[in-house]
């Protein structure tokens, strides 16, 4: 257990943005680590996070066009009007950068995963009503064969190891004003 946040505390936080200050696994800058702002920084807006979302959403859905029923407009306002946070656990995005959550690709991404309360494979599609922001642990643990209320359960049990490590890693944190 030590060993693994050591890594994660040492090896991976190798770059500082330049905005926030936070050091970062080089993953969390575009352009290949290039980015001078952090993706957090760089993504500071519902607007541009569910833009973002929007377009990786039609593209995925690409050869089902008639799953996305809700216009990029509604889609953009409906992401921004939900509390930044997930549906299920109430990870926030601040959190979501502190615990490195990262999804099945490795990467931590700063947008949310757009569950589907119905899910696609049962013909739920992208329209209101059936739209909730989630992480990615609960969005791939609800997948199709749990209802939003069983994820919701499952959330508060992982919310509970969030809480315990973020405890620990602010414990480990050192202060940034140094000693008194
Ligand atoms: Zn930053
Ligand atoms: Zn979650």
């Known amino acids: 257990m030590g060993s693994a946040l050591g890594n994660l505390d040492t090896v991976r936080f190798s770059k500082v943005c330049s905005s926030c200050r ?27 996070r569910a833009e973002r979302r929007w377009v990786d959403i039609r593209r995925r859905n690409r050869e089902h066009p008639d799953t996305l029923a809700i216009s ?7 992401y921004a009007s939900q509390p930044d946070q997930c549906s299920y656990c109430g990870l926030t995005r601040t959190e979501k950068k502190t ?8 990467r931590c991404y700063v947008s949310w995963d757009i569950d589907r309360l119905q899910p696609g494979a049962r013909g739920g599609k992208y329209e209101q009503g059936n ?9 791939y643990w609800k997948s199709d064969r749990y209802t939003p ?5 499952e959330g508060q049990a992982r919310r509970r190891v969030w809480d315990a490590q973020l405890a620990l890693i602010n ?3 050192p202060s940034r004003r140094g000693p008194a």
């Open 131 to 139: 739209l909730a922001l989630a992480c990615w642990c609960c969005n």
């Open 72 to 78: 990029k407009e509604d889609f953009v306002s409906w």
């Open 22 to 48: 936070d050091s970062l696994p080089v993953a969390y800058f575009r352009q290949r680590g290039r980015a001078k702002l952090c993706a957090w920084c760089e993504y500071d807006s519902p607007r541009l």
């Open 99 to 106: 615990l490195r959550v990262l999804n099945r690709s490795g």
């Open 149 to 153: 209320d069983q994820a919701r359960v």
């Open 171 to 173: 414990r480990r944190r």
